[in-house]
Each structure stands twice: as C-alpha cells, then as structure tokens.
C-alpha cells in the first residue's frame, strides 16, 4: 500500500500520469515540463500568471526548476518496482478459466501460472523467461534448439548444434547472459554519458532562462528610463515653447505700443502741416499785396530743418528700422537651448556611465594632498615628502590611474575654492618636468580647459582658445568617445550646457588629469 500511495505522489496533477522531466514553481509545486509550459503558454496576454496546484500569481512568467530530487527518486522507485501491468498471456495448463502467466517455458513452449511453475520441472533443459506468445523466436529456426550463444563474428544468436555442427563451428562464441551483460554494461554507460549530457542541456535551459529573465528585467528598466527621459525632454520643450511664445507676444505688445505712440504723434504733425498748407494757399490767393506781405514771416513753414522736420523724416526712418523685425536673439538663444537639450540627452543615453577615476598618487606633485578615497586633490604649502620618481609631475597635476582605450565615459569634477585650476586628459607619455608638462601645453599630448580669474579657455597643443561664456556652475563634466576621436567639456547646470568640443585621433591610452594652484578639486 506505501508503495501504492508514493506511486500516486509521482503523478502530474495535470495530465495524471507519472512525472516526465518534472520541474518546480517558487510555489513548491512540480509538474511535467510540457504540461505547465502548456499552461504558461495559455495564460501569456492575461496580464499575469498563476499555478494551476495552488492558484498562486505571479506578476512575470515563472522560471521553472527542475527538480532533480523527485527526478531521482521516481526513477529508483520506478526501476526497483516496476509498474504491474496485464501481459494478456495466460496459463497454458489451466484450461477451466484463464489464469495469468508469470513465465514461461522455452524448452515446453508453455506459459506457466504461478501454480503450475512450482510444480515445473527444474531441469537446465527447461530454461524460464518472462510471458511471451512468441516463444519460437527464443529457438534456433535450423534445429528447434534454444539459443543459448551468440557468434562474435556473425553477431547472431545460435543454438549448441550451429556451434559444434553447422555454420559457425569453428567461430568465437559466449554464453547469452554473458554478452547480454557485456551489452547492457556498455548501455548503462551510454544511459550515463546521455544522462550527464541532458543534465548539462537542463542546466544550460535554466541559465538561457535566467538570461532571459534579466534581459526581460533590463529592457523593461531601459523602457521606463527612455519613457521618463522623453517625458523630460516634453516637459523642456514645452516649457521652451512657452518661453519663447511669451517673448515674441511681449516684444509684440511693446512693438505695437511703440508704433502706435509714433502714429498719433505723426498724424499731429500731418493736421499741423495741412493747416500750415491751407494757410499757405490763402495767401498765395490773395491779390492784396499789402496783406500778403503784412502776414509774419513764413520761412519756418516751409524749412524741412526747422520745427518737426526730425520727427518727419530721420527720426521716422529710425523708428521704421527698429521695427521692421523681433529680436532674433531669442530664435537663437532657443536653438542654442536645443542644443544643450540634446548634448544632455546624448550624454545620458549613450555614454556608457561614469569613470571610475581614482587619482594616482604616484603622480601626484608634493604640494598637492591626495584624499584616502583617491577622489580629492587639495593644494597645499606643506611639502607631502614623497619620493622623487620618473612619473611625478614637478607641476601642481595629478593623472588618474585607470586609463581609456576604448569607448564612451564622462567623469565630473567638483570646483571647490579655486579660482586657478585645469582639468582635462593626457597621454602617459606626457612630459613630468618643465613647462611641457602643463595640460594643453605640451606637443599634441594633452586636451584641458582651463580658468584664470575667472577667465575660462580650452587649451591644446599650446593653442589657446578663450570661451565667450562665463560658468556659474562649480561642476564641470568631461565626455570621452574614444573611437569618434572627441573629448567634449561641459557645464553641469538646468540643463547642461556644453562648453567645447577637441576633435582629433587618439593614438595613446588617455589618463583624467587635474591641475590646481589654489582649493580643492573633487573627481567623481
């Protein structure tokens, strides 16, 4: 009965049947693989996914473990007891009612109950097999024999009379059970190899599920990064639109207030000059010359010069030219925006993440005091008496220890109480001693952007180019893509705004370097 009941533990509760490649949930549930793959496969769209023992949910599509304990212990059980089956074939002896057969003679050619076998002779001639209805295929076909050899070299089963008699006389036999036993041997060990190589395939299944798992998790992660970056960049080009829309309907409204102050103005100075012309033509009417030339003098009448004749002529031009468009320093100042926009967006989605920059104090000039995190360079007029070495700079720089030889990388440095500092990157071959041995002023080995009272530059091959525009941020990014040959320097403000961009083609690794006269810098 116990082994009844374990009998029914190894059946699937959704086919019924005994476990094929039985696999687990988190829940603690086994299946047949392909039964719950069925049911998974049901439940994909459905927004989530449950076990069919439990009716536990999952939010993701479960990975499945194999269960390899209940795997082993249903292949023992079911090896040292085999599932009793109805073989059809019945006692030959028991002719009143069918009884089934548990062996069978080969030399009788009669099936035996369990009655009739004990009374069976128990002679060698009379060998037992298991219930069989074609007992004429354990005989040899030539001499009605048992088969109780096999010929190597013919690799078939023969009886004593072929071995001493017929065809194979002479050949290389053994024993049935023998061979059989070589054979199984040599089966077992494929079962082995089969048996390792399916555990290896599951193993494989379980890590290519895994895979997938976390690629599933990652792209739903990017998904969301990208929705939220594109909301921003929404957000920004709303905002940007509304800002500019506010500017061109103030300039608009000032525009318009302006010309409609110089028109009545100009209409004032039209009623004055038709009263002037009408004036004018009554005297020029007049055949009283007396009265003509009675009337003061009329000079200033007609004087372009005199009186208004600013506001009618230059000045109107003036005003003409002030209006004849918006100011288009606001289009620009908009694309100059855009542009920030997008070098922000660039540098968030495809640089591949920050460098981890740690200063190395090997390089580090004596006045300058490296912190125990390796991430802070403070100047100092206290010597640190480190030793002489080729490699440090008798500068006030510092050079990181890891290097870039390939890809896309930003470090951010944070600007604390300096007013004199550099930073940028360099080769390692980059001179240690001498006026060389600054960033930006060495032959074609370094790229730096520099401030100098509050003047800001970017510096290459000795070639300095000042930047029209002031940084209020005290944080300041380096971008480096490698392979595109470009170093870009950026200010981290709302949004970030790029300051300059090196083109070149780098033929050596390339080291974060920082020089600073006064405060401290911060590398991150």
């Known amino acids: ?43 994909d769209g459905s927004g989530g996914y449950s076990c069919p023992e439990c009716r536990e949910e999952f939010q993701e599509r479960p990975a499945l473990m194999r269960n390899l304990v209940l795997l082993k212990l249903m292949e023992n059980l079911l090896t040292s007891q085999p599932t009793p089956r109805e073989t059809g074939i019945c006692c030959t002896y028991c002719v009143d009612s069918p009884v089934p057969a548990v062996k069978s003679c080969l030399h009788c050619e009669a099936s035996l109950c369990d009655k009739h076998l004990k009374v069976h002779s128990k002679s060698p001639e009379h060998v037992l097999s298991d219930p069989s209805t074609s007992l004429e295929n354990r005989k040899c076909s030539v001499h009605k024999k048992i088969l109780e050899y096999y010929c190597i070299k013919d690799a078939t089963c023969i009886c004593v009379s072929c071995r ?34 399916r555990e290896e395939t599951e193993e494989r299944v379980q890590n290519l599920e895994e895979s997938r798992r976390k690629a599933q998790e990652k792209a739903s992660g990017e998904a969301e990064r990208v929705t939220a970056l594109f909301i921003d960049i929404r957000r920004r080009l709303d905002d940007l639109e509304k800002r500019v829309l506010s500017d061109i309907s103030r300039q608009e409204k000032e525009k318009s207030l302006s010309l409609s102050a110089l028109i009545q103005k100009l209409e004032i100075q039209k009623d004055e000059l038709s009263r002037k012309m009408r004036h004018i033509e009554e005297l020029c009417n007049m055949t009283d010359p007396l009265t003509v030339l009675q009337e003061p003098d009329t000079g200033d009448l007609c ?222």
């Not at 017929?166 to 190899?193: A, C, P």
């Not at 360079?377 to 206290?382: C, F, I, N, R």
């Not at 600007?415 to 360099?426: A, Q, T, Y």
């Open 303 to 524: 004087d372009p010069e005199e009186g208004g004749g600013d506001e009618d002529t230059g000045g109107h031009d003036n005003q003409r030219h002030d209006v004849d468009g918006l100011d288009v320093t606001v289009i620009s100042d908009t694309l100059h925006t855009l542009c920030d926009i997008i070098s922000g967006i660039r540098s968030g989605i495809y640089v591949e993440g920050p460098g981890d920059i740690l200063l190395d104090v090997n390089t580090a000039h004596n006045n300058l005091h490296i912190s125990d995190d390796l991430k802070t360079a403070t100047w100092t007029q206290e010597k640190q008496n480190r030793p002489e070495t080729a490699e440090r700079f008798h500068c006030y720089q510092v050079m990181s220890s890891r290097r870039f030889t390939s890809g896309r990388h930003y470090w951010d440095v944070e600007i604390r109480r300096s007013g004199r500092w550099m930073v940028g990157m360099c080769y390692p071959s980059i001179d240690r001693r001498g006026g060389h041995a600054l960033i930006g002023y060495n032959n074609n080995r370094s790229w730096s952007l520099r401030m100098y009272n509050n003047e800001y530059s970017v510096i290459h091959d000795r070639k300095e180019t000042c930047l029209p525009q002031k940084i209020s941020s005290d944080r300041v990014r380096i971008c480096l893509d490698y392979e595109a040959g470009k170093l870009s320097f950026y200010e981290l403000c709302d949004p970030i705004r790029h300051l300059h961009t090196f083109t070149t083609t780098f033929t050596e690794p390339l080291h974060a370097v920082i020089c600073l006269i006064d405060g401290c810098l911060k590398v991150s």
């Open 164 to 197: 001493l008699d017929g065809d194979h006389q002479g050949h290389q036999v053994e024993i049935l059970d023998e061979v059989s036993e070589k054979k199984k041997k040599k089966l077992r060990n494929v079962l082995q190899k089969l048996t390792t190589k």
């Open 1 to 43: 009965m116990a082994s009844a009941d374990l009998r029914e533990e190894l059946d699937c509760s959704i086919c019924l049947t005994t476990y094929t490649d039985p696999v687990m949930l988190r829940c603690g549930h086994n299946f047949c693989r392909v039964c719950i793959d069925r049911v998974l496969d049901t439940q």
